[in-house]
Structure formats: C-alpha cells, structure tokens
C-alpha cells in the first residue's frame, strides 16, 4: 500500500505541479550591522527533519552547492563569499561523488558581507539556492528570492564610502534599448561590425504578420493532437483496466432497462458522453492553472521532465508485472456509492468517473504523455483537444455496444492476452521514459543521454520486446505459450525489424519517422555523414548584423532542446538539399531556444502585459522575443525579415512538407529582393 501511495503522490505531484513547492528548507533573510559601514546579509535555513542541505564550498563534480546570487544591488558591494557562520558543516567522506562534503542538519546560517557606498539608495535583490537530499531523494535547487531597500537598512549603519562612487560590476537590471548584441554566445564566428538599432529590431511586428495572413497557423496542429488523443484512447481500450469494462457496463444497461431497449442505448450514449466531459474538462483545468505559456515551459523544463521521466519508469515497471498500481480502494467505493444515491444523469456521470478511477493504471501514462505532447503546442485548446480525442475513442464501444448488444457476442473473452497486451505497453513506456530523460539532459548540457546511447538502449529494449513475443519471455500474470500465434508473430516481426533499424543510426543516420523523439544528431560521437548548415547564429542581434552586413534577409527560427517538432524540421526538412543550399547561399539563419537554461551575462526586466518580468536564462529572452516582437509562443516558429526586423512574408510552422518550405523562402527571398 505505501508504494501504491507513493506512486499517486507522483502523479498527484505531476497533474498540480507541486512538485516544484516542496518545502523541504526554509528560509528567513535578514539585515545585520558589522560596522565600518558595512553590513551581512544573513540567510537562516531551517532544514525538514530527515533531511540534510550542502555546504556553499563544495569540490568540483560534487552535489550543488547553497549559492547566493544577486539580479540587482545598488548603493553597496559585495565583500568577501557567501559562507556558512556560526554552525560549521559536518564533513563526511561520500561514497557516491568520491569526495568530502559538508552538509548541515536541522538548521544553518549564510552570510554575505556588503560594503554600503549609497545609503538612501540602497536596493538589493536576488535569490538562495539549496539542494536539500534524504537517504532515498534529493530537491531541486529552486530560488529563495529575496529583497532589501534603505528602509530595512539598520538605523545604526553608516556609509564606507562616498556617495556616487561606481557601484559593483555584479548583476543589474539592463533596460531592452540597451542589451548589447553579444549578451550571449553566438556558435558562428561574428564578423559584422555594423550598427544595429536594437530598439526598431524588438519592435512587434503582429500587424504586419496579419497583413500576410498565416501560411499555416497552427491548426494542423491541433488536428494532429486530436488524432494521436484518439490513437492513444482507442489503445487504451485493449488494456486490462478498459476491456473488460466494456461488456460489464453494456450489460449493466441493458440488464437494469431489460423492458425499455431505448432507456438502455439512451443511458449508454449518456456515459459516452459523461466521459468525454470529464477528460476534456481534465484538459481545460490544467490549462487554466497554468496557462498556454506555462505549460509550455514546463514542458520544457529539466525538473518537471525528471519527474516524468520517473513517473514513466514506475509506470513501466507496473506494466512489466512488478507490482499492482490501483488507486485507493475509497476513492472507487465512493464513487459506488455515489452512483447508488444517486439517480438519473448524475448516476451516469459517477460511473464514467468510477471507469475513470478504475482505469488510472493503464491509462495514466498515456494521459500524461498525451498532455505533455499538447503543451509544447503552445495553445489554450491543445490539451482540452487531445483529451477530447481520447475521449471519443474510450467512449466509442460503449456507446455502439449498447446500440447494438449483439455484437458483444464477438468481443474477444478476456485472458492472458490482456495481459502480454500490458507487457507490450510496458516495454513502448519504457523506451518513451527515455525521451523526457533526454530532454532533460539537453536543457542542462550534460551530456549524459547522446544521441548513439538512446538508441542503443532503444535497440536492446525492442528486441527483448521481440523475444517475448515469440515466447522466449516470461513476466508475471503471463501463461505458457504453446504456439505463436499469427498477431504475435507479425508484431514480434515489427520489433526485430524496428530494432534492426535503428542500428544504421549509430553511424549518423538520419532515422527520420522517429526524429523528433531522438536527441539531435549533434549530440552523437560518430557519425559517417552529417548535413548542417554552413553557418548558424543563436544569437539575434547578432545574426542581424550580420544580415545587414552580407545584404541578405535574416531566416530567425524559434526551438527548443524539448521541443519535438523542432528535432523532426531539422532532420527531414532544413536538411533537404533543395532547403539547405537557399539558406546557405540566400539568407542568415538565427536559431533561438526558448528553453536554453544559459544565464545571461545580466539581468533584463521587462514590462509584459502590465507585469514587471525578469528574464535571467538565455531561454527566458529568446521567449519573450517571440511573444513581445511576433506575438506567438509555440515552436518551431519561423520567420523572415528584412533589416529593420520587420517580415517580408507570412510565418511559417511546424509542416514537413519540403515544398511547402521552399514556396516560404522564396516568398520571403522574393519580397525582400522587391
């Protein structure tokens, strides 16, 4: 029962994010006189009972360090570390990293020496970062912010030096007109000279967007979300958790209106329908607690995709026979009794929640896959859409089967065949855990999931998968298999045939129909043949000064290391050779990555939507560009413009379709040259 427990916490933690709230470690910030003009910023920790937190000197290659940063101090400078005072660490040998570490127990003390240079302007603010760990898991070093103005100064302080001298060369806010173009790294070499004026090329350019019209706005988008809801809802029909339901509820309508046949097929199409509204309405919620943009950059984030990645592999074991996953027996005997109580359509709509609790094990990794997917589309409608298609496909037999109760005759009984189906589930969840462990790693730069690694591990997973339909495996709740039958067979085909290639792609094969869930092709260590662009800037000032030097319209592209669609255009479209020689020869190509977790060299705020907005990751500026300059906030989002950042021809999204691609370029090569 606890590891049940436990695995609804994660799930519980997923759906409402609270994943990113543990209060493991709390805080309280303070001001303290020293004297001599100066003052300690003093950080108390209050650690969780069970817990341990790291000291702020740890050993390269260790555990995160409790670090201090500043987004902003003026009137005074930093002296000296951010170190522990009073309590000292324990140091203790950890066999784990192969080093001596420090942490603390129940509670610590940080401090941070300023010198104050400006008394009535002083003004700081900034953030603590702590890693926190048990004996079975570790927090994520989220942000403490804190902030200090001269009124919290105290009255005893006095000033070190004379006002108006420099202040610290740390972090400050920089106002938009002044970013310069180099505030973070551009991979191609930067030979443009040329002035930029970096306040007309953040300048929003919707209306002249909408002036173009859209060449694809994003609808297919949603139609290919409501299509793999579907895909996904019809295969969670064959899961033991759903099949059996099918042929139990039908006969409950018929057998309670045995006299009225029209009462029956009416209440069934009610269920239908009651399940399609508590799924879509699953998919409202999460937008309205987070919003489009949110989820967006959630879905991107490395935390939240580890959390995933985890919650997939419990899942995966689950299916694989290690344990049984069911929610708490109360949470289904009280939607019995609801349905008991209660009469007519509300009845109805307890017992599609009942379904919907009963059926969690097999479909709750397919649910939250589903939904991860449509919130990298960037768009309010994505996850109310994708659960709408798998709605309509889970509520589609109960539905006909009640019209038609003659055909339950022919449904297939239920047997180990729902079982070896499940196994087949856990294995396609296995090898799917992996691309939210890669997405990860490519947000942080680890480089611990290359591309010829994933495959590797897909390459085994598949053809153990391959082995156990032929019967040479046996997992948990499996019968004997006395003969192959001809669906096993042909499957276990497929999985040798899959497995066998993938193996090309260890030497640098593009793998194209499964691209967008492999790691870049960058990220492998051999590779006979590579297609890239001759030149690529990830740098927008500066792709743009280079632009205006060469003469040539600027291709900016918006991605992201999570971003799936992103991976599949670089792999099947702009390595086209027909795509690839108009960039290389017609315009200056600007990739952005709006989840790059690279901070930048200083603070930006910005004024969003009335809302003061800090941006301190290189992702965070690339974000807001999109959002502020072209008013859009899903990827792979691609556009042209012409010198002073305005486009010259409509955008241009997610569509593998090279000719299409083409038509764009030329349209915007076309408009510009005009």
Not at 14 to 26: D, G, K, M, T
Not at 481 to 485: E, I, K, L, N
């Given at each position: 029962m606890n590891l049940k427990r436990t695995i609804i916490s994660l799930f519980l933690l997923?759906?409402?994010?609270?994943?990113?709230?543990?209060?493991?470690?709390?805080w309280k910030f303070s001001l303290q006189d020293k004297g001599n003009g100066e003052v300690e910023l003093v950080a108390d920790a209050t650690i969780q009972q069970g817990w341990h937190m790291y000291d702020s000197k740890i050993p390269d290659n260790g555990p995160y360090p409790t670090s201090l940063s500043f987004d902003e101090i003026k009137g005074a400078e930093a002296v000296g570390n951010f170190q522990a005072v009073g309590k000292q660490a324990t140091v203790k040998f950890d066999e784990v990293f192969g080093m001596n570490i420090g942490t603390f127990d129940n509670s610590a003390k940080f401090a941070q020496r300023l010198k104050i240079t400006d008394k009535n302007n002083f003004s700081i603010s900034g953030d603590v970062r702590a890693q926190a760990c048990d004996d079975k898991s570790c927090t994520p070093p989220l942000?403490?912010?804190f902030s200090f103005k001269s009124t919290d100064l105290p009255k005893t302080v006095t000033v070190a030096a004379s006002a108006g001298e420099a202040e610290t060369p740390g972090a400050v806010i920089v106002p938009l007109e002044n970013l310069s173009p180099d505030s973070s790294v551009a991979s191609a070499p930067v030979t443009a000279t040329v002035e930029v004026d970096k306040e007309l090329l953040w300048t929003p350019v919707t209306e002249e967007l909408n002036s173009f019209g859209s060449q694809n706005d994003?609808?297919?988008s949603l139609w290919s979300i409501f299509l793999k809801g579907l895909l996904w809802g019809f295969a969670a029909l064959i899961t033991p958790c759903v099949w059996p339901m099918i042929p139990i509820t039908v006969s409950f309508f018929l057998n309670r209106n045995k006299k009225v046949r029209k009462k029956a097929v009416a209440d069934a199409a009610v269920y239908g329908v009651s399940i399609i509204i508590i799924y879509v309405a699953l998919g409202l919620l999460i937008t309205a607690i987070f919003g489009a943009s949110a989820l967006n950059s959630l879905a991107t984030s490395a935390v939240f995709n580890l959390i995933f990645f985890a919650l997939l592999l419990v899942f995966a074991m689950s299916f694989l026979g290690a344990f049984e996953l069911v929610l708490p027996a109360s949470w289904t005997n009280k939607m019995d009794s609801k349905v008991d109580s209660t009469s007519g359509l509300i009845s109805l709509f307890f017992m599609a929640f009942t379904l919907a609790l009963v059926s969690f094990s097999c479909t709750g990794p397919i649910i939250g896959w589903l939904l991860?997917?449509?919130?990298?589309?960037?768009?309010y409608l994505a996850p109310a859409i994708g659960m709408l298609g798998f709605a309509i496909a889970l509520a589609i037999p109960f539905t006909l089967f009640a019209i038609f109760p003659s055909w339950l005759k022919t449904l297939p009984k239920s047997g180990s065949w729902l079982n070896s189906v499940k196994v087949v589930l856990g294995f396609i969840v296995l090898a799917v855990s992996l691309k939210f462990l890669s997405v990860a790693d490519l947000s942080n730069g680890w480089g611990i999931l290359n591309r010829d690694i994933f495959l590797i591990i897909w390459i085994v997973i598949f053809g153990i998968l391959g082995f156990y339909l032929l019967g040479k495996l046996k997992f948990h709740g499996d019968s004997d298999?006395?003969?192959?039958?001809i669906p096993r067979l042909f499957l276990s085909i497929f999985s040798f045939a899959f497995a066998i290639y993938l193996i090309p792609g260890l030497w640098g094969a593009p793998l194209k129909p499964i691209s967008s869930i492999l790691p870049p092709l960058s990220t492998q260590d051999f590779k006979l043949n590579e297609v890239t662009?001759?030149?690529?800037?990830?740098?927008?000032?500066?792709g743009m000064a280079a632009a205006i030097q060469s003469g040539k319209p600027a291709l900016v592209a918006f991605g992201g290391h999570g971003c799936?669609?992103?991976h599949k255009m670089d792999a099947t479209v702009l390595v086209n050779e027909q795509v690839k020689g108009l960039i290389d020869n017609e315009f200056i190509y600007i990739t952005l990555m709006t989840d790059e977790r690279a901070k930048l060299s200083e603070i930006m705020e910005?004024?969003?939507n009335g809302r003061i907005t800090k941006l301190k990751t290189v992702g965070d500026k690339w974000s807001y560009l999109q959002r502020h300059k072209f008013g859009a906030q899903s990827q792979p989002y691609y556009v042209i413009l012409d010198h002073s950042g305005k486009p010259v021809a409509p955008s241009h999204a997610f569509d593998e379709n090279i000719t299409n691609y083409v038509n764009f370029l030329e349209i915007g090569l076309r408009n510009f040259k005009k």
């Open positions: 997923f759906i409402l994010s609270q994943a990113f709230s543990q209060n493991v470690i709390s942000p403490n912010e994003g609808g297919s991860v997917e449509a919130a990298t589309q960037g768009s298999v006395s003969h192959v039958t662009l001759n030149t690529v800037y990830d740098d927008y000032e500066t799936v669609n992103c910005v004024n969003e």
